[in-house]
T-cell receptor, first 111, second 110 residues
């Protein structure tokens, strides 16, 4: 099955830094998701994108369909942003059979 | 509105035992999914359902069974548990491609 690659795998930054997490995929998709998994294990959907850019608070997600690449940015990072960020894609024609997930980026924001 | 509820949160099984992981959602979603998450790996789809009475295999279905008798419930059955089934299991439901996840069940098979 087609892969979803995320980078970096681990990222430690200082509070206030601008954070970028990258996601690339290999074939056409109908949607890309960014998810957040907190240390307690729960998974929350942050964004769903099929084109362009979305913003929610300090989080910004972009996607470039031609380059098969998406980025998640966090502005003015805070220790509470520490979590695993997961990119997942729904392949074109994938229909109901679920998402394909990256391995996640483990982000730690130090005070 | 509880969303997606999974029980139990934790379980330890002995090799060869069986158990059912429960999943229920109160959002009237037709699409439901079971994933497993292994350390250092992305979530992988075990089974999915597009509505009551309809289920299909995902990427890693071996050793598992599901049923979907109602829209709300989508239990996952483990028969003859094996150490390879030690994992964290997530149930999810979806509406217009947005997936809503349960809190997960952490299962150890010893």
């Amino acid at each position: 099955k087609n892969e979803v690659e995320q980078s970096p795998q681990n990222l430690t930054a200082q509070e206030g830094e601008f954070i970028t997490i990258n996601c690339s995929y290999s074939v056409g998709i109908s949607a890309l998701h960014w998810l957040q998994q907190h240390p307690g294990g729960g998974i929350v959907s942050l964004f769903m994108l099929s084109s362009g850019k979305k913003k929610h608070g300090r989080l910004i997600a972009t996607i470039n369909i031609q380059e098969k690449h998406s980025s998640l940015h966090i502005t003015a990072s805070h220790p509470r942003d520490s979590a695993v960020y997961i990119c997942a894609v729904l392949y074109s024609g994938g229909g109901a059979d679920g998402l394909t997930f990256g391995k996640g980026t483990h982000l730690i924001i130090q005070p | 509105n509880a969303g997606v509820t999974q029980t139990p949160k934790f379980r330890i099984l002995k090799i060869g035992q069986s158990m059912t992981l429960q999943c229920t959602q109160d959002m009237n979603h037709n699409y439901m999914y079971w994933y497993r998450q292994d350390p250092g790996m992305g979530l992988k789809l075990i089974y999915y359902s597009v509505g009551a009475g309809i289920t299909d295999k995902g990427e890693v279905p071996n050793g598992y069974n599901v049923s979907r008798s109602t829209t709300e419930d989508f239990p996952l059955r483990l028969e003859l548990a094996a150490p390879s089934q030690t994992s964290v299991y997530f149930c999810a439901s979806s509406y217009f491609d947005i997936q809503y996840f349960g809190a997960g069940t952490r299962l150890s098979v010893l």
